[in-house]
């Protein structure tokens, strides 16, 4: 098959998404219309105890085989800019050739208990880099198990890959470097990171979202097939993606992620962080995405049904006519948002004969916590939603979207997109059309 040769002077934009069990491309017109898409898997990452994590070079080769197949389909002539977009808190070192230094340590590695307990005395409790989970008391661990001759730069996963594209290290994106300790209100690294004595090289420069980092190499180009005038452009993080693909745009409009756990993101005309609830903001545009995370979510669903006893259940489920259990879904005992307590325990009883009766409380149980969450972000200081876009594998059961509606009150939206890797071709649009500004 020959590829699609559009008009060259007709703009397109390429979004790449990296996760942690595959890659994703996007291709976009300048009107938004996606023209070509592709992914492939990645190897499965490494877990131990509460170590996870991956090497980063099967990530490039994972995105030249996207770009590879891409070739197939669209001339990548005709990319004017792209964007790369990449899980939060994943980072690795580099060396000064861009080479790793051993694999990256993923969002959920947890092996930096005794990192994070030095932040604690250091870093500012409104800070998200205070997790275990973050970026920073990765870096710290790192850092101590590398020789410090060959660390050159810290990198996330989505700066790695740009860096790949450019062929220019240290560059990195406010959302990225959130959890590693940017201030996004200042647009800086605080001073209080002067107190952890780090190498303040190996710091990357702090872009924001879309802005055009560089055009891309030259040998980059002629492999791939594209132009030396291709522009690209900061990326951000997986999740900052999915909600831009979702087109929200002013305040009040908010997205819920119905996955494995429950995340609430609103666009604010001012930033919120609040430690207690694990709620920070990120830039979005002149406004902010302030945002929480429960304990609850499909998770719990699938502790007690099988997929095929989920989409069985469903069909027989009637949100019009409410179960009057009030359920609290949880794994396991404690939550952080919206209620902030570390023994809270799962409530699930009375437990009814029936499945059905069964599930349907649950997700009533879960719709009253992102209710609860929207509630407690106002009470900070976030606008009530005016609506709200639905991502994640729930947003596909109008059973729960018709539970959650009665119980919010605003209109629920399906939203065209959800891909991360389509809002990072979105992100690449922004910054071509800035550059001719």
Known sequence: ??????????????????????????????????????????????HFDSRAEQPALPWWQAVHTVLVHLAEQFDLACIAALAVDGT???????????????????????RAVDQAQRLATIVPASSPARSVSGGLAKLLWLLEYTPPERVAHLAHQADWITSRFTGR???????????????????????WMNDLNLPTAMLPHV????????????????????????????????????????????PGEAVTSLGSTLVLKIVSDKP???????????????????GGASNSGGAVLKEYFSDAQLQTLTEQLDPDHPTGLDYYPLLRSGERFPLADPQ??????????????????MLEGIGRIEQQGYQRLAELGAPLPTSIRTVGGGAQNPAW?????????????????????????????????????
């Open 169 to 191: 290290l240290g560059h990195s994106d406010v959302n990225n470097c959130l959890k590693t300790g940017f201030d996004p209100v200042q647009r800086q690294w605080p001073a």
């Open 344 to 361: 809270l325990a799962p409530r699930l009883a009375p437990r009814p004969d029936n499945d059905v009766t069964f599930l349907q409380a």
């Open 1 to 46: 098959m020959d590829p699609v040769g559009p008009h060259s002077d007709t703009p397109y934009f390429l979004g790449i998404d990296l996760g942690t069990s595959g890659v994703r491309a996007s291709i976009i017109d300048s009107s938004g219309i996606e023209i070509a898409y592709h992914a492939v898997p990645l190897p499965p990452p490494i």
């Open 272 to 290: 919120i962080f609040d430690a207690r609830y694990g709620i920070y903001s990120q830039p979005y545009g002149k406004y902010w995405l302030v």
């Open 401 to 437: 979207t018709r539970i959650r509606e009665k119980m919010l009150k605003v209109p629920m939206i399906n939203p065209p997109h959800t891909e991360a890797a389509y809002g990072a071709a979105l992100l690449a649009r922004k910054g071509f059309k800035c550059r001719l500004v």
């Open 88 to 110: 939060s808190g994943t980072v690795m070192l580099i060396d000064e050739y861009n080479l790793p230094l051993g694999n990256a340590l993923l969002y959920n590695d947890a």
């Open 207 to 250: 872009h924001v979202p879309g802005e055009v980092i560089a055009a891309i190499d030259h040998d980059i180009a002629r492999q791939f097939g594209f132009l030396d005038s291709t522009v690209i452009c900061a990326g951000t993080t997986d999740s900052h993606a999915a909600v831009l693909a979702t087109g929200v745009q002013h």
